[in-house]
């Protein structure tokens, strides 16, 4: 067993219900986000121009990036569905907006607590995976019952 296939078997076997529900508000919570982000986009790419300057078009792609991770990665951590994947498209986002966003830290009730938590969540889920209440795990009982159906017969 390689290290990835151990993580998985270890996420698959310790998963409490609760982060199941974790899970789905930090889905919607990211996908909050995206629209927020949608709403404020040029505000934040004038944000983000000052550590890149004349980058538009970058910055504008990066963007676009961002709503789309946030929006669609959102509703797949929410529902459970490719979970790894949807956490893989939202870490470097998050990582970006600690570096660069959150430059004032030591301000108190910071948006960088609410993104180091996201961080910390996303990295969990990485990790455990979806659990027992997901689309994935619907659609995988779904194909062991159908190869029992077929091995009895």
Known sequence: MNLLQR??????????????IFRFVLGIFLCYKGIEFLENMSGM????????????????????YIVFAHLVGGLMLAVGL??????????PILIGAIIFL?????????????????????IY????????????????????DEKDLHQSN
């Open 7 to 20: 993580l998985e078997f270890w996420g698959d076997r310790h998963h409490p219900k609760w982060a199941d």
């Open 45 to 64: 790419i004038g944000r983000m121009g000052s550590f890149l300057p004349n980058s538009y078009f970058a910055l504008s792609l990066l963007g676009h």
């Open 82 to 91: 490719l979970t790894r994947a949807a956490c893989i498209m939202q870490l």
């Open 102 to 122: 959150n430059q004032s830290m030591f301000r108190p009730f910071q948006e960088l607590t609410v993104t180091l938590i996201c961080l910390a969540g996303l």
């Open 125 to 144: 889920f990485l990790i455990a995976g979806n659990g027992p209440w997901s689309v994935d795990r619907y659609f995988d009982e779904k194909k062991k």
